[in-house]
């Protein structure tokens, strides 16, 4: 079949499929205290529409694909999902994205069902700091289930993910320096976007990678790592050790050039950019019958229209209508 090609000339390998819009914390950056209107139960895509549709994407040259959310372990039966989707044929790379919150009741299950990578997210080592920014006092769960992941060898790499927020992730980085040197994790840290559900995200409250970098580099010397095609952050090693740590720089340094993604919603809407005011839905055509010779012009039609950029930090620039956790980061 012909392969996935936006209307920039990019390849389009990679989906990232939001498996439930719910989630157990509430970080500041990403939901409100109070939390969100929820999809109604019919709403969201059941396991086989998601298995339908990643099977096709699959048949269209996507190679890796990623379960997020909301957070995608608070959906009931989750590891049979992923099982599912594992088994189709073609598919190379079946990755998870997750607070950690349920990942020690999970761990063995996810492994089974053919997950072979985790990134799990982590804004503090400390525990009141860990609470400042989730909502929740949950460190220690988050952590137990880290340790559990990190018990199965398949799963490799697994990477911790923190937001950075100026005015508090400074301090975070030389505990997390130190973990990623100690510890067989990637830690990376990912700069502050515009998808809060609050919208109270501004530019001076990025921390970029570059800030964050150097503060490191001063105390552990850096080298950075020859860039991966698609890869989406700056990997260094530690110069006079083990470990790495990378920085994924959205709003400093855009990737978009050489953006491979594309994003499934939990109802089954299709985004071609984090960022995109408008969606594509596949839900409606796959619950009235069509046929994936059908379902595949939907898809080529959107993934053509793929945004060549996003504008964050530019005149102009609007928030979308969902908020990160509805969209699946
Ligand atoms: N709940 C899971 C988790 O937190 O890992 C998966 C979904 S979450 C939306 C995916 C990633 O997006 C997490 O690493 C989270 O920290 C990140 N994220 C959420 N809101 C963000 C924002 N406004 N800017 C940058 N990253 C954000
Ligand atoms: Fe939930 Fe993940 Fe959003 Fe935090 S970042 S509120 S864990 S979806």
């Keep these: 079949m012909e392969p996935l ?24 950056y990403c939901m409100p205290a109070e939390g969100l ?23 269209l040259g996507v190679r890796d694909v990623r379960l997020t959310g909301g957070e995608p372990l608070v959906r009931r039966e989750f590891p049979k999902l992923a099982g599912m989707l594992a088994a189709i044929d073609g598919l190379e790379d079946l990755s998870l994205t997750t ?33 400042e920014q989730t909502r929740r006092d949950a460190l220690p769960q988050v952590l137990a289930g880290l340790h559990a992941i990190a018990r199965h060898p398949e799963i490799s790499p697994i990477k911790v993910n ?19 040197r100690s510890e067989s994790f990637q830690v990376r840290f990912i700069e502050f976007m ?34 991966e095609a698609h890869s989406t952050a700056r990997v260094y090693r ?39 005011v408008n969606e594509t839905d596949l839900r409606a055509p796959l619950r009235d019958g069509a046929t994936d010779g059908e379902l595949e012009q939907v898809i080529r039609e959107a993934v053509w229209r793929k945004e060549l950029k996003h504008h964050v930090g530019e005149k102009g620039f609007r928030q979308p209508p969902r908020s990160m956790s509805a969209i699946g980061g």
């Design 162 to 180: 923190a937001v950075a927020l100026r005015g508090f992730t400074e301090m975070e980085a030389l505990p997390f320096a130190e973990f990623a």
């Design 99 to 131: 607070n950690g919150y349920l990942l020690e009741r999970d761990a063995d299950a996810i492994v089974a069902a053919g997950v072979n990578r985790v990134n799990v997210s982590i804004d503090s080592l400390q525990r009141d700091r860990f609470y």
């Design 37 to 59: 209107p929820w999809l109604e139960r019919e709403e969201i895509l059941r396991f086989e529409e998601i298995e339908r549709l990643v099977a096709l994407f699959v048949r």
């Design 238 to 276: 530690f110069a006079d050790g083990a470990g790495e740590i990378g920085f994924v720089n959205p709003v400093s340094e855009p990737f978009c050039a050489d953006c491979n993604r594309v994003r499934l919603t939990a109802d089954g809407k299709l985004r071609t950019c984090l960022f995109s």
């Design 5 to 28: 090609i936006d209307g920039h000339g990019r390849l389009i390998d990679d989906l990232r499929v939001s498996v439930t819009d719910r989630c157990n914390f509430r970080c500041q």
């Design 194 to 227: 515009p998808l809060d559900a609050d919208r109270a995200w501004s530019e001076d409250q990025v921390l970029t990678g570059e800030e964050l970098r150097a503060i490191i580099h001063e105390l552990h010397p850096l080298e950075e790592k020859p860039r």
